[in-house]
């Protein structure tokens, strides 16, 4: 079957076609969710939201733009539905930086960083920051929103936005730092 007989079965609730557009994204989206979420669990679980949003909103999708983008929107939104569902919009950490930290960690250049770990090390690493952080990251980096369009979305000022996706950003740096000095590399 191609994308359009799969979006056709689905739309008549053809249960083949619908494991067949899941299994297919299953793992595209499942990396999505994993950007907003604290961990697997949680990534699966508004993975399964956003699923639910797709089959119930497929009548809504226009054949002129790519399916897989409006399904990544979908989970984007998924997830940060799920955010606020869950009060984690809230969150938002303390900007306390050490000097000493922060002279250490301007001295390894972002290329040093990335080179000395691997995905999973990242991806945790963005797992680890607040849930606000997390957002803003995700949506202005990954995303490529703008602060005028995440403050609309997460209903916070513009100003909030930089200041958060300044602060994702040095404590992103400060997690991949420790990563990569951990003496057992683990």
């Excluded at 956003?50 to 409006?70: H, I, M, P, R, T």
């Excluded at 990251?137 to 602060?147: K, Q």
């Amino acid at each position: 079957m191609d994308e359009n007989d799969i979006i056709k079965g689905c739309l008549k609730n053809n249960r083949e076609s619908q494991k067949a557009l899941y299994d297919y994204y299953y793992n595209k989206m499942l990396g999505v969710c994993l950007r907003y979420s604290k961990d697997s669990d949680e990534a699966k679980e508004i993975l399964h939201e956003g699923f639910f949003k797709v089959f119930a909103d497929l009548k809504n999708f226009k054949a002129a733009e790519s399916f897989e983008g409006w399904i990544k929107k979908i989970m984007v939104n998924a997830a940060i539905d799920y955010l606020h569902k869950n009060k984690q919009n809230l969150i938002v950490s303390t900007f306390n930086a050490n000097k000493t930290v922060a002279n250490t960690l301007d001295e390894i250049s972002d290329e040093e960083l990335i080179l000395n770990i691997d995905k999973k090390e990242i991806l945790k690493a963005v797992q680890e920051l607040t849930p606000a952080y997390r957002k803003v990251f995700n949506l202005y980096l990954i995303e490529e929103r703008t602060h005028k369009q995440i403050a609309e979305m997460l209903d916070i000022s513009e100003d909030t936005s930089e200041s958060n996706l300044s602060k994702a950003k040095f404590n992103l740096r400060k997690n991949i730092q420790q990563i990569i000095t951990k003496p057992d590399g683990k």
